[in-house]
């Protein structure tokens, strides 16, 4: 029965395993880039907004790159949230310098809502330009073509959302290994998953939408008391398969600085994951199915070998061990070439070892993410 039970969990797991992989994850991996037209009219104003708290030394970097940009018509929002550091004294100076440059000042947050969402209210309610594309502080654009590609299925195509993906930075270490593996992988969920006209979620440092909606459905009602979700919850509520577009192109990326700690990490990973359950169930399911099938896989893969190797049944261990094999080069394949349409790079480094240490991520992080209470955005 032991047996039986073991060749049923690893059996299932690898069904749905490859399932995911090819058709779902594929999707992302075999994705073509369509030649899309530059429009020869002329092109609608955007708004670029940064919610700051105490961004002092990344607003440094990122207004002047912000201004870099080749579009015609566009202004920077900086939203200084409460901030104690000098990113006032900053914003001044570069008003100076930068004329489309516009602040907004958020000196308390009231009780019943949460910070982040408050202080994005305020300014997108200011905003002069009806397309709203966000960022945050510590991310850097990848290309000056920035903002007329994230905003083009917004501007030319009629869509209410534009969805891009941000990385983050390289760096030595195992964090940052880990770290380039976790954004990988959350990045083939919701572009693959978009792309096949089911959205579920996005990333507030590269997410685009008209501010006209944003007004119509009374900004993050229902979603006041959560801390976060401000991107991912807001276009699981309100994206679809109709309004909403997936940008997949290198340059409409951003570039993020990564935690260089675990604490901070787990933090961050902490608010992200404790949003997640509050997604609709349909898109809880999008991301269980696959992470149940990989615990099932690994958890039945691993009892058949030990259970073949004491019995030294080395024919149904090398079986077992050829599939683990045959399921581990397709990984690297659909995350190499997935790696490359994503972000224009190579695959990170230690995805098998990185692939095998996400049953630990999920299910023990992503359950104390899910009771967590003490959540915040800074």
Not at 59 to 73: G, N, R
Not at 144 to 171: C, L
Not at 179 to 207: C, D, H
Not at 303 to 311: H, R
Request: with cysteine; charged share 20%.
């Amino acid at each position: 029965m032991g047996l039986f039970l073991l060749w049923f969990l690893f059996g299932f797991g690898i069904i749905i395993q490859v399932v995911y992989l090819l058709v779902i994850f594929g999707r992302t991996a075999f994705f073509k880039t369509p030649n899309i037209k530059p429009n020869s009219g002329e092109e609608e104003p955007v708004t670029v907004m940064v919610a700051a708290h105490n961004e002092f030394k990344n607003l440094k970097t990122l207004i002047p790159k912000l201004f870099e940009q080749d579009y015609p018509k566009y202004d920077v929002m900086i939203i200084n949230d409460r901030s104690t550091d000098r990113t006032k004294r900053l914003i001044e100076e570069m008003m100076a310098i930068y004329p489309r440059l516009r602040s907004v000042t958020i000196k308390y947050t009231p009780d019943h809502v949460t910070a982040k969402k408050y202080a994005l209210t305020l300014g997108i309610k200011v905003a002069k330009n009806d397309v709203i594309l966000l960022t945050d502080a510590d991310c850097i654009p990848a290309s000056d073509q920035w903002i007329r590609k994230m905003t083009q299925p917004i501007r030319e195509k009629n869509k209410t959302f534009s969805i891009g993906y941000s990385g983050y930075e390289q760096a030595k270490g195992f964090l940052n290994k880990w770290i380039q593996f976790e954004t990988l992988q959350t990045a083939l969920y919701y572009v693959s998953f978009g792309l096949w006209k089911s959205p579920f979620m996005g990333v507030g440092r590269n997410l685009c939408y008209r501010r006209s909606f944003f007004m119509e459905v009374k900004a993050f009602k229902d979603l006041w008391h959560i801390e976060g979700g401000d991107d991912d919850l807001f276009v699981n509520k309100y994206a679809t398969g109709k309004n909403s577009s997936l940008v997949l192109d290198p340059e409409a990326n951003t570039w993020s600085k990564p935690k260089e700690n675990w604490k901070e990490y787990r933090t961050q990973k902490k608010r992200h994951l404790h949003a997640g359950k509050y997604y609709r169930g349909e898109d809880k399911r999008k991301i269980g199915f696959y992470t149940l099938s990989h615990a099932l896989f690994w958890i039945g893969g691993l009892g058949l070998l030990i259970y073949f190797g004491f019995e030294q049944n080395w024919e149904h261990f090398l079986l077992v061990f050829g599939i683990i094999l045959v399921r581990s080069l397709l990984l690297l394949g659909i995350f190499s070439s997935a790696s490359k349409k994503i972000n224009g790079s190579k695959i990170p480094a230690n995805i098998l070892i990185n692939d095998f240490l996400y049953l630990g991520y999920f299910w023990i992080l992503g359950s104390v993410s899910h009771q967590a209470k003490n959540i915040q955005w800074k």
